[in-house]
């Protein structure tokens, strides 16, 4: 009979035991990543607590786990509740603290629930002992946030609402090179992408790519000034920690700007095995066609060089698509106490998901592709 234990860290958990779960494809879910959250101090000051839910076997081995985190706020995890949460207040109730199930600071699609073998049951055993622990514990809900199709499924099976929204990820076509890309793209938006380049090279800017695991400890702080000047231009919080970036350096790939010889942006980009995953970017003055440049056509060319099959950019903005970023779904599923509210939600998420679907269609016909 399986044994369902619920901890705070991972401090004691088996990271061969971990990965044997996760696999090695999505980094986020890795155990160095979930980890390196905990001990680079990227979680407790801003509202995550974790809640681990391990499953093993009559012999102690692990066999299913979710990364959990109990919040006080809604910040960090890009499928807004602020609404939700504003209509538990004026109906005089909590909404905080709830469950959400997610990746901290991260809207990338892939598993959250680990399971032996992928195995249904498994996963089904760990999302009903989640919506059991909220039950006693008083939380409002629980949240899946950004699950795989493959945890969607089942995740549909015990959870009452479930909502979608648009991301933008480019697909490697098996291109040879890059104007090989360009060549699958109308005339009018090659063109707008080959004057972006241009620009950039015209400013004798020079782009270096590095793995994270090559960078010096000057190079080390000039990205992470980059990473916190943006946050600071948009008067958010640099949650990530250095010593988290530079415990993960194995799964960095870092892109830098020079101009005369000095460095003046830079992105962070995480690599799975088939996908790169666009991160954070800074820079210390505007060029033309600079941010262009660094965080999508170097990256796209990153993909082709290496044959990986797709590049995510990050969350929201439609102005990726001209770009040959296309819409794709991205899921969510939710679990509230209240009876009240959920019938009040399931109605409001079927008006919201007809909305998305014209949305969508919307999206698809902005397709720069010539045979979209």
């Known amino acids: 009979m399986p044994q369902l234990h619920i901890c705070d860290s991972l401090r004691d958990i088996s990271p061969q035991q971990w990965n044997a779960l996760a696999g090695d494809d999505n980094p986020f879910i890795q155990y160095e990543t979930l980890r390196a959250l905990e001990t680079g101090n990227c979680l407790y000051d ?4 974790p809640r681990y839910f ?21 910040y960090g995890e890009f499928v807004f509740d602020w609404a939700w949460a504003d209509a538990w207040q004026r109906a005089g109730l909590r909404y905080y603290p709830k469950l959400v199930i997610s990746i901290p600071y991260s809207p990338c699609q892939g598993p959250r629930i680990l ?15 989640a919506i059991q622990f909220a039950e006693k514990s008083n939380y ?7 699950p795989d199709q493959d945890d969607f499924t089942v995740l549909q099976q015990h959870t009452p609402l479930q909502r979608f929204d648009y991301q933008f990820h480019w697909h490697n076509h098996n291109y040879n090179s890059f104007d090989d890309f360009l060549a699958q793209l109308t005339s009018k938006k090659r063109k707008n992408i080959k004057q972006e380049r241009r620009k950039v090279r015209e400013q004798n800017i020079d782009i270096q790519i590095l793995n994270g695991t090559e960078l010096s400890s000057e190079q080390w702080n000039t990205i992470y000034r980059f990473y916190q000047i943006t946050f600071m231009k948009k008067s958010g919080s640099p949650t990530l920690s250095l010593d988290f970036f530079k415990q993960i350096a194995e ?77 794709v779904k991205t899921r969510s599923a939710h679990w509230v106490a209240e009876p009240e ?32």
């Open 140 to 146: 409002s809900s629980v949240h899946w946030l950004f």
């Open 341 to 372: 509210f959920e019938r009040i939600l399931a109605t409001h998420l079927q008006q919201e998901a007809a909305a998305m679907e014209d949305y969508g269609q919307q999206l698809m016909a902005a397709s720069p592709f010539k045979n979209s």
């Open 115 to 129: 399971a032996l073998n992928r195995e249904a049951s498994i996963k089904s055993s760990l999302i009903k002992a």
């Open 251 to 327: 799964k960095l790939l870092i892109i830098f700007a020079e101009h005369h010889q000095q460095t003046v942006a830079g992105a962070i980009f995480i690599r799975g095995r088939n996908t790169l995953y666009g991160r954070h970017w800074g820079c210390f003055e505007d060029y033309k066609g600079l941010h262009f440049e660094v965080c999508y056509y170097a990256g796209i060319e990153y993909c082709i060089r290496h044959k990986i099959k797709t590049f995510e950019p990050g969350a929201q903005g439609e102005h990726k698509i001209p770009r040959g970023f296309l819409p």
């Open 46 to 49: 801003y509202g995550w607590q």
């Open 54 to 74: 391990l499953l093993t076997d009559n012999k102690g081995r692990l066999i299913g786990a979710m990364p959990a985190y109990e919040k006080y706020n809604s």
